[in-house]
């Protein structure tokens, strides 16, 4: 069997898989992120110990995808949503340590090779895959290939500027894609419609508008709340806008959305995908981008460092 | 011998040449775009003609670069550059006029795959193109291969959005990268700073404010001009935003900057660059992309579609 981790900005998800069928994991732990590279290598060698041990069987290779830039030798150079990663050899450190080949990529681009060969992007030959989360991250998958760019840093696409003269985001960035179309973004949008005085359900519910978040929009909008479907739509419009840009530059088949946030389903993929097709250049000359959901839900990116760990050994 | 096309919203250049020494042409000839699309095959069937009588020798295939969107079989689906061009199967239908083999590409594309072959791409393993004419046209060169995306439509950067909330283009969108990054934007530019008076010399040169053109900052810039400078600094920036963007979303080597702009040579070129390192996100973390200009100057683009019908067959 093949372990594949995914270390996002709160959490580390292990799952131990056989290749062949890697959407019915073997077994599944997870843990809280730890921002400090030494505890972080040996909280992983216990997750594969513990994997080996639930499914009494030794693990051949380690896939990890991990939110960040991530270069070509499996060294996570920067990761501006795990404090105090910086320059951490994760390939060499947990090969040393859990006496494993190891394998190291980005998260989002993990994600798109498991939906690709597994999921929502089986037979596209194009695709494109955006994880709405926390913050915003994607990745491509060109015939067939996964593609990583020169440095391994290709689908940092939440970092695109959309809106120039648009609000500071974390990253110092004015108006980056990911600012509007993230988790992050979502609640924004909410609490700036409540503070109009235009989604009051969700005042009520959240207690005050500072404490609205997106999750209050998620479950007014399966309530069927008018004012919740207006914020998605703002919300769609605005994640178009940078699906519209992939679309400029890649041409892809099909543009999958995932991450936490495609729970909230159809009028989510529904909402990015007309808004997408009005905002194609040329939309009525060329054959229409499928915009859908992701299929493998919150463990694409482990089961696709899996595959890609499998893949290389 | 091997026919390129390089069909613009003004101009068409076509070239006889050699695939192993494309960039000293045999015989050049050019005329006047036309937009009817009859008129144009008719037309480009008297130019191979003409390029067979001028260097002596029969063409072995017909390459097209033409501005807009050309789909795998090599029809013309919409070319807003072109006025009265939609649907023109530029493939079969000079393939019937010409009785030789037709490679249609779009013209962006085509100088990519000149620049990356014969130019300044030579040896960058991920290569974008970025070309700064009346639009702006991308093209990109992955491991050697040109990408062409689903439809054949990949590339078409310049309809990328930087500033949702900016001035409608003559596409509809609202501030699309093209707005800003062509020979179109520096025009504005430079009126806009004529109009606060911070550019007197261009209001003096051209007779009138409404009268300056990008050509006017040409000028002035290689005159050492300070308010050219500044309008050219201004350009560059804008020009970085979108540049970002490609670094961002597809990690390249290398950023060839071409068409007619690139003649303002290393100011264009450096300012470019320098904005480009400031605005990418992790820029501490990376190796430097190489912003970089075209060698292959006005030609590429026929070059390019030469070589990609020498290939062909």
Redesign the interface.
């Known amino acids: 069997m093949f372990c594949g981790f995914d270390i996002g900005g709160t959490k580390v998800l292990a799952l131990a898989v056989r290749p062949e069928d890697p959407t019915t994991p073997l077994a599944v732990r997870r843990t809280a992120t730890i921002a400090d590279g030494d505890a972080l290598i040996n909280t992983m060698t216990e997750m594969i110990a513990g994997l080996e041990a639930d499914c009494n069987e030794a693990c051949s290779a380690v896939g990890v995808g991990i939110a960040g ?1 991530v270069d070509a030798t499996g060294v996570l ?2 990761s ?1 949503n795990i404090d105090g990663l ?2 951490l050899d994760i390939r060499r450190r947990l090969r040393a340590e859990s006496r494993r080949p190891v394998m190291v990529e980005n998260e989002a681009n993990a994600a798109a090779w498991a939906e690709s060969q597994h999921g929502a992007g089986r037979g596209a ?2 695709m494109a895959l955006a994880a709405l989360g926390t913050g915003l991250g ?1 990745g491509f998958v ?1 015939d067939g290939q996964l ?20 609000p500071e985001h974390v ?1 110092g ?1 004015s ?1 980056p894609w990911e600012y509007y179309a993230s988790g992050t973004g979502l609640g924004r949008l909410a609490r700036q419609a409540a503070a109009r005085g235009d989604f009051d359900r969700a005042t009520a519910e959240a207690g005050s508008v500072s404490a609205i978040r997106g999750e209050h929009v998620h479950e007014l909008v399966v309530a069927g709340d008018p004012d919740a479907l207006a914020v998605l739509d703002e919300f769609c419009y605005y994640t178009a ?1 940078g699906v ?3 679309v ?6 099909m543009v999958v959305i995932a991450g936490g946030l495609v729970e909230i389903g159809e009028p989510l993929v529904r909402g990015v995908d007309d808004w997408t097709h009005r ?1 194609v ?2 939309a ?4 229409r ?1 499928q915009v859908v959901p992701a299929q493998l839900g919150s463990q694409a990116g482990a089961i696709g460092a899996a595959l890609l760990a499998a893949q290389a050994v």
């Open positions: 830039l150079k920067y501006p910086l320059d030959r194009h994607t060109f593609y990583r760019g020169w440095n391994g840093f290709a689908g940092e696409s939440g970092h695109t500027t959309i809106e120039l003269s648009g990253t960035a108006g806008v519209a840009n992939l400029h530059v890649l041409d892809p088949e905002l250049f040329g009525r000359h060329r054959r981008v």
